[in-house]
Antibody, heavy 121, light 107 residues
Framework: EVQLVQSGAEVKKPGESLKISCKGSGYSFTSYWIGWVRQMPGKGLEWMGIIYPGDSDTRYSPSFQGQVTISADKSISTAYLQWSSLKASDTAMYYC??????????????WGKGTTVTVSS | SYELTQPLSVSVALGQTARITCGGNNIGSKNVHWYQQKPGQAPVLVIYRDSNRPSGIPERFSGSNSGNTATLTISRAQAGDEADYYCQVWDSSTDVVFGGGTKLTVL
C-alpha cells in the first residue's frame, strides 16, 4: 500500500525554526515527485512547491519562494519542509502528497494525513 | 496568473445529482483534477485528467471539461459525499492552481 506518513503536530514560538517530515512507503520513493500543500484554518488548499527525491530537483510556488525550504533524503525515503524563522501566519495544516507528473501538468494521487503547525507566543 | 473560480456552496437532495463547477479562462484546454476533503481529513483525489476515476472511487463520480467550465458530477448523492471539493489545474505560468473550494451539502 502506498503511504505517506507525516510527522506529528508542532507548537512553536515566533522566530523559532522547524522541520517537518513526510516518509513514503509502498512505492519507489525516488521515482515520484513529492508536493507540499498548505491549508490555513478554515481556508482552501495552497500549493507550496515540489521536489523530485531522485535528484532533489525542487520548484517553489512564487508565494513561498524564500519563505520555506523543501528537501529530501532518498536514503530514508523522506521529504522535508522547513522554516528558519516562523511567523504566526505560518499557523496551518501542511500536507505532503505524491505527485504524478505528465506531459501537460501534474496532480496528487496520494496524500499524507497532514501536520498541524501552530505558531504562537 | 491563472485563476479558478468555484461556487462557495452547492446543495443537493439525497439521491439526486450534484454538479460542482470550476471556471477558468479556456479551462477546456487544460487537464482538471478534483479532490474531495471531508472535515478533519486529508484531500482525496476523485477525478484526474478531466474525467478519470482512480481505483476505489465510485462510478457515481464523473467529470467533464469544455470551454471555460469544468464540472464534477456526483450522481445519486449520499450523505457520505458531504465534503469540500477542490478543482486543480497546472498552468505554465502559475504552476499548480487550486480552486477556492466548494462545500457540498446533502439535504
Amino acid at each position: 500500500e502506498v503511504q505517506l506518513v507525516q510527522s506529528g503536530a508542532e507548537v512553536k514560538k515566533p522566530g523559532e525554526s522547524l522541520k517537518i517530515s513526510c516518509k513514503g512507503s509502498g512505492y519507489s520513493f525516488t521515482s515520484y515527485w513529492i508536493g507540499w500543500v498548505r491549508q490555513m484554518p478554515g481556508k482552501g488548499l495552497e500549493w507550496m512547491g515540489i521536489i523530485y527525491p531522485g535528484d532533489s530537483d525542487t520548484r517553489y510556488s512564487p508565494s513561498f519562494q524564500g519563505q520555506v525550504t523543501i528537501s529530501a533524503d532518498k536514503s530514508i525515503s523522506t521529504a522535508y519542509l522547513q522554516w528558519s524563522s516562523l511567523k504566526a501566519s505560518d499557523t496551518a495544516m501542511y500536507y505532503c502528497a505524491r505527485v504524478l507528473r505528465y506531459s501537460v501538468g501534474y496532480y496528487m494521487d496520494v496524500w499524507g494525513k497532514g501536520t498541524t503547525v501552530t505558531v504562537s507566543s | 496568473s491563472y485563476e479558478l473560480t468555484q461556487p462557495l456552496s452547492v446543495s443537493v437532495a439525497l439521491g439526486q445529482t450534484a454538479r460542482i463547477t470550476c471556471g477558468g479562462n479556456n479551462i477546456g484546454s487544460k487537464n482538471v483534477h478534483w479532490y474531495q476533503q471531508k472535515p478533519g481529513q486529508a484531500p482525496v483525489l476523485v477525478i484526474y485528467r478531466d474525467s478519470n476515476r482512480p481505483s476505489g472511487i465510485p462510478e457515481r463520480f464523473s467529470g467533464s471539461n469544455s470551454g471555460n467550465t469544468a464540472t464534477l458530477t456526483i450522481s445519486r448523492a449520499q450523505a457520505g459525499d458531504e465534503a469540500d471539493y477542490y478543482c486543480q489545474v497546472w498552468d505554465s505560468s502559475t504552476d499548480v492552481v487550486f480552486g477556492g473550494g466548494t462545500k457540498l451539502t446533502v439535504l
